[in-house]
């Protein structure tokens, strides 16, 4: 269709696809180098921050090199961690874990428990401030390539698309968005980033990347249940000794609770149903007296990028930038990946500076990259996650060992065997899991945990969603693992229709997706591409 329609053209310096931390990080120290340049800012989100999904304790270690001044312009960076517990579950008691004895990776004193969400609004003022140009509600769908195969740009999704593919009255096209340089941010498993890494190989010779799949509700409790400033971290129960995960209980301001649950996609058996897990964890006794009588007002979920350093692609290629999460810049073992995407960015903004003004290659990130705290960072966490492998008592141990008396300086390198889509049993060869039933009070279905995502997508528009065989889910996956698509997908997005018995139906309800990519990321036969809806579509986590 892009070939029999006449679009629009706009040039800039520098294109950013995506206004999160890492991307609205280096337009803002763009323009802090050069107010000469001029930047835009894509953002899929009907507005900055819509998108946003994070835990989180924020470390400003990142942000005190950009905005040194951060306090004096009010940035929504207010309420500092005050104590930590760590405890070990099982079904019904909790074990709790010396802080002092925690590696130092996992210790968050001077850190803050933060809304991501709201940073990235005020990161996109301080942006706009200095002169960037932010669309929010532009989602980039297609990469521009020159002849000689560079990156010039990306062009926006078309408006007015029927579900057919045909154009409505309201058809706009898209408009292809030049620049000399664009830079992909769009956050873990960006559709664009995930066509550029294969493109240009730039994951060759590395391992396989690796994700988890975070959830996380908002919870409004009494005064009693409350104590700001208490960050509780979790391993063990619901999950067995040999599925990767664990959760976080952050008690914010105003008397709101941050509680999610992190599952590695990594898991073998095709029943167990991520959302399920965080559901039943809030049952168990060290944790539903925060939450017992309180007042759940939000809930989200997303895919978190964990393979680490020896994951990291090659993050330059001719014309572009991929950097934070859209790379993989997370730091897992510190759980915690906003500020070094930060960092990610504004070493970003440092290469393209360079570039445009002396002409320098956009191969000098790799230099500063190698050279800034950030690799050290990556670098001493590089063993963590690989060890999981192992069971979780045996990496917990390996842990203590590589962190504390190592520091992360092992003489070797862990790597990552398998991707997540490739380590699913057979239903023949697992226990079926069964989880009880939802009480409304703690536990609650996915249709009402939906609801309070904010999630709207036009109804008729292309599903976006798209399958490459689509008889494979009945014909192939159903059989040997049960479609775990039912289970994995914390939206309700796809059922299977047995109303004919001998004809069962893979349904998709795209309406439903509040694009955390698990999909793209765990369906065993890769059969599922996620790419951008129309326009704005998706949840809205503001405050989140």
């Not at 270690?61 to 960076?77: G, S, T």
């Not at 939000?298 to 999460?325: D, V």
């Not at 889910?473 to 039912?486: G, H, M, R, V």
Request: charged fraction near 25%; aromatic fraction near 10%; include cysteine.
């Amino acid at each position: 269709m892009s070939n029999e329609v006449h679009r629009e053209e706009m040039e800039y310096d520098v294109v950013i696809v995506g206004a999160g931390p890492a991307g609205l990080s280096a337009a803002i120290k763009i323009k802090q180098l050069d107010s000469n340049i001029n930047v835009c800012v894509l953002e899929k989100g009907s507005e900055v921050g819509s998108h946003i999904l994070s835990g989180n304790v924020f470390e400003t270690r990142a942000l005190n090199e950009l905005i040194p001044d951060w306090k004096d312009k009010n940035a929504p960076v207010k309420t500092k961690v005050e104590k930590e517990k760590f405890l070990f579950l099982s079904k019904n008691n909790s074990f709790s874990w010396p802080t002092w004895l925690l590696p130092a990776v996992q210790q968050n004193h001077n850190n803050y428990i933060i809304s991501l969400g709201n940073l990235c609004k005020w990161l996109a003022e301080q942006a706009e401030a200095l002169g960037v140009e932010i669309f929010p509600g532009f989602p980039a769908s297609k990469i521009l390539f020159s002849k000689d195969d560079k990156v010039i740009g990306v062009q926006t999704g078309d408006m007015g698309i029927n579900k057919e593919g045909n154009k409505k009255e309201s058809f706009e096209p898209g408009i292809n968005i030049l620049g000399k340089v664009t830079v992909f941010a769009e956050g873990c498993r960006g559709h664009l980033g995930k066509e550029i890494i294969k493109k240009y190989s730039l994951n060759k010779d590395k391992s396989p990347q690796q994700y988890g799949i975070g959830f996380k509700e908002v919870w409004e409790v009494e005064d009693s249940q409350h104590d700001k400033g208490l960050v509780l971290h979790t391993t063990g129960w619901p999950l067995d000794n040999s599925t990767y995960g664990g959760s976080f209980c952050y008690h914010a301001e105003n008397n709101k609770i941050y509680i999610g649950y992190v599952v590695g996609l990594d898991y073998k058996n095709p029943y167990l149903s991520p959302y399920d897990e965080f559901q039943r964890f809030k049952t168990h006794p060290s944790i539903i007296k925060y939450i017992k009588n309180g007042k759940r007002i939000s809930y989200g979920a997303r895919a978190l990028i964990e393979g680490g350093l020896q994951s990291l692609p090659t993050m330059h290629m001719p014309g572009a930038l991929i950097i934070g999460c859209d790379a993989g810049t997370l730091n897992m073992p510190k759980i915690k990946g906003s500020h070094t995407a930060m960092k990610s960015g504004i070493i970003a903004a440092e290469t393209i500076c360079e570039y445009i003004q002396s002409n320098k290659p956009l191969s000098n990130f790799e230099i500063k990259f190698k050279n800034s705290w950030l690799y050290k960072e990556l670098y001493q966490a590089r063993n963590v996650k690989p060890s999981f492998n192992w069971g979780l008592i045996a990496a917990i141990l390996f842990t203590g060992i590589d962190q504390i008396i190592f520091r992360g300086n092992m003489p070797f390198t862990l790597k990552h065997k398998h991707a997540d889509h490739e380590t699913l049993l057979p239903i023949s060869k697992v226990k079926k899991i069964d989880y009880p039933k939802y009480d409304s009070k703690i536990t609650f279905d996915k249709t009402s945990s939906v609801y309070l995502t904010g999630t709207n997508h036009e109804d008729d528009q292309p599903v976006h969603l798209q399958l490459k065989d689509k008889n494979l889910p009945i014909n192939y996956t159903l059989s040997k693992f049960d479609e775990p698509a039912q289970r994995y997908c914390p939206a309700g997005v796809y059922e299977i229709d047995r109303s004919d018995s001998l004809n069962p139906k893979f349904v998709i309800n795209a309406q439903n997706c509040i694009h955390c990519k698990t999909c793209d990321i765990k369906e065993p036969s890769q059969n599922i591409n996620w790419v951008v809806p129309e326009g704005s579509g998706g949840p809205n986590y503001s405050g989140m």
